[in-house]
């Protein structure tokens, strides 16, 4: 087990990846404290690591609030002696930030995403360095898109959004690599079991004039491989990537669009 008691924090947690990631943590040995802005989705992964054996907690956390965000780190800490990694998975529903071309778009909700996104991202990392600086070690991760390194249409502030969050990784490296604390992202491409994927396509699906599947097929026919990432994948690299086993890598977002972007 790569992560035997290793203490993680996991923010959007009642979401798709943020639930896997949860569980691929867990199942790798680490004590997983599930977040979430709803009790009620994160309760359910929780128990479900439990139930495969796992050391999981849930606890209602906005990752906006300042407050709601430090009060908790310091239960994990009071309860778990530390917080080795902070995963931020958060998302948001895409109506009303895709699908409208830029020059409709009115500048808040361009803005959203990059404040909710960018801002949750920074908020979280900053908390949970504060307790890591002391150990100096820790992991702090986040989750980007494509969309941070390609021109798209009708996607409003989403792309600027994921490409700061990007370089927050890299910035937050850059001050946190010399106290010990590693920060890295996964960037994947769409992952079709995700409802964020599909509203993201139904929300675009007039203007591109394509199917559910022509869509798919568009992006897989982008990767080597000609087939999208699946959840389980991604969550198995963020899984190494919290772990020792990646004590070389840091202030990178690491590919894994299986081909369809260079670096
Ligand atoms: N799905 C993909 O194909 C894909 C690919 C690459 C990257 N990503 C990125 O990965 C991240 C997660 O995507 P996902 O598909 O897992 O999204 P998701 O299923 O919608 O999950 C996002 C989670 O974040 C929670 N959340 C939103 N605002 C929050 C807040 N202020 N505090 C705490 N939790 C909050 C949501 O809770 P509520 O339901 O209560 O709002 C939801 O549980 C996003 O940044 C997305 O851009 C996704």
Do not use: H, L, N, W
């Given at each position: 087990m790569i992560l035997k008691d290793k203490v993680a924090v996991i923010y959007g947690a009642g979401g798709a990846i943020g639930g896997v990631v949860a569980r691929a943590l867990a199942s790798e040995g680490a004590k997983v404290f599930l977040t979430g802005r709803n009790l009620a989705s994160v309760d359910v992964a929780a128990k479900n690591i439990v139930a495969a054996g796992g050391s999981a907690e849930a606890a209602q956390v906005d990752a906006l609030d300042e407050q709601a965000v430090a009060e908790h780190l310091q239960a994990v800490i009071d309860k778990?002696?530390?917080?080795d990694i902070s995963f931020n998975a958060v998302g948001i529903p895409s109506a009303g930030i895709l699908g409208v071309p830029l020059v409709e778009l009115d500048v808040d909700q361009f803005a959203l995403p990059i404040t909710t996104f960018a801002a949750s991202y920074f908020l979280t990392a900053r908390l949970a360095a504060r307790h890591m600086i002391p150990n100096a070690s820790g992991v702090i991760m986040t989750v980007t898109t494509a969309h941070s390194r390609t021109g798209t249409p009708l996607i409003g502030g989403y792309g600027p959004a994921q490409a700061a969050k990007e370089a927050l990784t890299r910035d937050l490296s850059a001050e946190l690599a010399p106290h010990g604390i590693r920060v890295v992202g996964l960037r994947p491409q769409g992952?079709?079991?995700t409802d964020t994927l599909k509203y993201g396509y139904e929300l675009r699906a007039e203007a591109t004039g394509m199917t559910w599947e022509q869509f798919q097929e568009m992006l897989a026919s982008r990767t080597h491989p000609r087939r999208l990432m699946t959840l389980e994948e991604t969550a198995d690299v963020a899984a190494f990537m919290a772990?020792?086993?990646?004590?070389?890598?840091?202030?990178t977002t690491v590919n894994l669009t299986m081909g369809s972007m260079d670096d």
């Open positions: 778990a002696g530390r917080v992952i079709p079991e772990s020792d086993k990646a004590s070389g890598m840091t202030g």
